[in-house]
């Protein structure tokens, strides 16, 4: 006997909802969405990514030109789209049927970042433009998150947001250690850290697209978090470490009440991350034999801790 | 006999896999989060099985810290040492001494299931374990490797792991490569032949073993060997694979042009193992089958690419696309006009119980509003 059959009969789930698992239990009926829209994914990539090409070694700068025309055709019909299939605006979560009403709203957003790098870089204009050009994508896309509800523009805005301020960050800067040394940008990445947590609690408090709520906190802890580690290391400063590690307990502490583990852990991570240079600074060399004790125990104290503490985040 | 082999409670496994089944259902949103509330009551098993978010830094943590320890507390004792064999001796007691406290006090006591926290204890203990009976030196290849397998594959059924699941699986076929390629000669020519036939194998004790008892219990280990043996039958008689590997482990010298020895057999299976599996997924309403051919598909187009339309690639790649489009969007109308059993929408509760209203209805959905007009009453009529 199934779980579902069992769950019926005792009441807990009604009919419809038993007739609904037991058809997709004996593959009455089998859905094939994500299939089919990969394929059509795969076929789009294909054959743009074919003519592209095609266009970029024959037709030199008419091809660079007849593509920006293209994008921005396919841009203004993929918007039409979206406009016409859209319902109207609302602060709680609209759902529309269309099965790929999302995926075409993300479209217009990579459309539009798509042609005007184009544009940038083909006119020369990519060190004058990109602030600029941030900003003004910003602004289009927490427009469009707001208006068509979608969390992944949503997150495209953020990073255009933090991108306007300075704050990028490429792999290859990251092994060279370009992020370490950003001088005074750790600023920005705190300012604007505690402006994306702030509007995360706006977004709560005002009932406005209540579910943006984690994208705005995943983005403001990790900006202020890193932007606070690079300004201890810069800075060197015992302020900047006191006041972390208290940053660090009062993030933890507000996520043990509210049980989300993931923000809860964040916390730990910088107080854990800071705690370790507080003591490698007062101890200098002594530290590296302390370590050896200090990290097994410190790290293993930490899991028994997290899991005789396990019915606190068994909602997550 | 098998329930004796795995280290948890059969009656807390069956709970706690009923819990993901019926989570999986709220996530669909079948059953509502009130009555989700209601269901883990009664049905929430005492085994530890923390989502990814909490699993994952307790993994890498557990992983760290426990290997820290195990350096600290060995490290010293192991440089000290110049015996192999002593070496060999403090590495099977670490290992066994990790997975028996794994065994006994995270399992045991305080009823741990895939946490994270018991993965890092036992893949670690498993590394000991295997270097241990293998030694440093990996003098038989095979062997070595033969023997990780068989830890894997013991931590798979054990533990019911699915990382240790695909270890086993890559092992078995590392370790059948390598000894046809030691033993040479015609073994080292009907390899492709035999990692098809080793992966047939498993795919049929797959298949048995999903209509036995066991199924409830094994039920991801055999989707993912399942999925894993497909992949390596096509793989193994796929022409670019039989190719690059003919050349490099037979040194046959060939030019571009020049095809080699039964090169229609392989370009026969390139094209059609692809098509045979998404028949059988059509046939069954397998969408295991039709993955696992999607991704066969795009392999032999690559393939033909490589050895057909070298100089036309991007011509190629352009018409393909075309062909995936016009087949994509096909399909669509197709699916959504008929009814054959497969449905283009996602799989939500909201949006098949307007559809099959409708369905009732005998009409098409014209009212984008409809699903916030049918109420709780008219659940039941479809």
């Not at chain 1, 068509?148 to 301020?165: C, W």
């Not at chain 1, 792999?171 to 509007?199: C, E, F, M, Q, T």
Request: proline share 1%.
């Amino acid at each position: 006997m199934g779980i579902h059959k069992k769950l019926f009969d005792e009441g807990l789930i009604e009919r419809g909802q038993y007739n609904y698992i037991e058809m997709i239990n004996d593959k009455s009926k089998v859905s094939v969405f994500y299939e089919l829209r990969s394929l059509l994914y795969v076929g789009i990539l294909f054959f743009t990514g074919g003519v592209a090409y095609f266009g970029y070694n024959h037709f030199t700068h008419v091809g660079h030109l007849l593509a920006m025309l293209s994008l921005s055709a396919t841009l203004i019909f993929v918007l039409y789209k979206v406009f016409k299939l859209s319902h109207p605006f609302s602060a709680k979560k609209v759902i529309v049927e269309h099965n790929y009403f999302d995926y075409f709203v993300l479209f217009v957003a990579l459309l539009w970042i798509s042609l005007w790098t184009y544009i940038q870089l083909y006119f020369g204009l990519l060190e004058i433009l990109i602030r600029p050009f941030s900003f003004v994508s910003t602004l289009l896309f927490f427009g469009l998150a707001y208006r068509f509800d979608n969390t992944a523009v949503l997150v495209l805005g953020i990073t255009a947001l933090a991108a306007s301020v300075g704050l990028t960050v490429s792999p290859l800067d990251w092994i060279n250690g370009g992020y370490v040394s950003l001088n005074s940008l750790y600023y920005s990445s705190i300012v604007l850290g505690l402006a994306l947590i702030l509007i995360s609690y706006v977004t709560i408090l005002r009932g406005i697209k209540n579910h943006f709520r984690s994208t705005y906190l995943h983005f403001g802890y990790l900006l202020l978090i890193s932007g606070l580690l690079v300004a201890e290391i810069e800075t060197g400063s015992w302020g900047f470490i006191v006041m972390n590690i208290l940053i660090g307990v009062l993030i933890s502490f507000y996520h043990w009440k509210t049980r989300e583990f993931l923000f809860f852990f964040y916390g730990n991570l910088l107080f854990y991350i800071v705690f370790n240079h507080a003591l490698y600074k007062s101890l200098g060399m002594d530290f590296f034999i302390l370590g050896l004790y200090h990290y097994p125990l410190t790290l293993l104290g930490y899991i028994v801790f997290i899991v005789s503490n396990k019915k606190q985040f068994s909602d997550d | 006999m098998i329930e004796h082999l795995i280290a948890y409670k059969i009656e807390e496994i069956e709970k706690l896999i009923r819990v993901i089944q019926i989570k999986d259902w709220v996530r669909l949103g079948i059953i509502t989060e009130e009555q989700w509330t209601i269901i883990k009551e009664d049905y929430s098993s005492k085994l530890y099985a923390p989502s990814v978010y909490i699993k994952l830094p307790l993994f890498l943590i557990t992983l760290i810290g426990v290997q820290l320890l195990v350096t600290l507390f060995f490290g010293m004792l192991i440089m000290g040492l110049n015996n192999d064999l002593g070496m060999r001796l403090i590495f099977l007691l670490v290992g066994t001494g990790l997975i028996l406290v794994s065994e006994y006090l995270l399992i045991r006591e305080f009823k741990h299931c895939n946490s994270g926290v018991t993965e890092a204890v036992i893949y670690i203990g498993a590394g000991y374990l295997g270097i241990s009976i293998t030694g440093f030196g990996f003098e038989i290849p095979w062997l070595t490797m033969f023997v990780y397998t068989g830890i894997a594959a013991i931590i798979a059924i054990r533990y019911l792991d699915l990382i240790a699941t695909a270890i086993s699986f890559l092992f078995f076929y590392l370790s059948l490569f390598l000894l046809l390629n030691e033993a040479g000669g015609v073994f080292t020519a009907t390899l492709p032949f035999m990692g098809a036939g080793a992966s047939l194998a498993i795919l049929l004790i797959t298949n048995k073993l999903f209509e036995s008892k066991y199924e409830k219990i094994f039920r991801y280990q055999l989707t993912l060997l399942k999925t894993a043996s497909l992949i390596m039958i096509y793989v193994s008689l796929n022409y670019f694979v039989v190719r690059e590997l003919s050349i490099s482990l037979l040194n046959l010298q060939i030019s571009d042009s020049e095809e080699i020895p039964f090169a229609a057999i392989f370009y026969f299976c390139t094209l059609f193992i692809p098509v045979f599996y998404l028949l059988i997924g059509i046939r069954k309403k397998s969408l295991l089958f039709i993955r696992v051919a999607s991704i066969c598909f795009l392999a032999s187009i690559a393939t033909f690419q490589v050895y057909w339309f070298k100089e036309h690639a991007v011509l190629y790649y352009s018409i393909i696309g075309v062909c995936m489009i016009v087949c994509a969007l096909f399909l669509y109308r197709l699916l959504k006009n008929k009814n054959t059993g497969f449905v283009t929408d996602r799989f939500q509760y909201e949006s098949l119980k307007v559809n099959s209203i409708v369905e009732l209805a005998g009409n098409k959905v014209s009212d984008k509003n409809l699903v916030n007009n049918i109420g709780e009453s008219e659940i039941g009529r479809w």
